[in-house]
């Protein structure tokens, strides 16, 4: 019965299709000439480096120290942990809703993981086996208080009340502290449209 099934695509639809593609290809030859695919991958590459600062650990670009933000409660291992996924996670967002372009945006988000996966492949391993990001687009979506959103997201992922104020102040902070480091990287990244 299955076999018998089969889905019309129309003449418009291949049309619509041939355009997209040909567009698509024409932006990404544009952005190669120009540079923009080039600076994509290497803030991408980048934005990898944006992690919390932790003792006795090399130490990146992007390490924010969070001592100096966030009470010594918050450098737990297993909180330091939930830092750095929200830190990805900002880095991803911000890439995805501040590059106008989705073929730059795509190029620089698939090279920040491409060098999570190679330099910190059980971090990665463990964000990409998660569900904290699924949390983290469900408190965008809300499209209530976009901050608080999230801290209540981050203090739920450090298996606390989602309602404990510390923690949702604590993510309110990482968010906005990601979310400034991501838009000047993207501001030097130059970008030519």
Known sequence: MADDVRIYKG???EEDFSVNLSTDIEA???YRLNGNLQKAKELGKKL?????????????ELAIDFK???APKFQSQDILFQIRVLLVFAAESLLQLKIP????STTAINAMHDTLRREHSAFYKNISDGAAFTFYY???????ELETDIGQAFAMLCSV???????IEAGKIIWNT????????IEKAQFIF
């Open 11 to 13: 003449k418009k639809d």
């Open 28 to 30: 990404i030859n544009s």
């Open 48 to 60: 990898a480096g944006l992690t919390p600062l932790i003792d006795g650990s090399e130490e990146s």
């Open 68 to 70: 100096k933000l966030l």
């Open 101 to 104: 372009a989705e073929q730059l």
């Open 138 to 144: 469900l408190a965008m979506k809300k499209g209530r």
């Open 161 to 167: 009340n989602k309602n404990s104020e510390s923690f």
């Open 178 to 185: 990601a979310c400034r480091i991501v838009e000047a990287e």
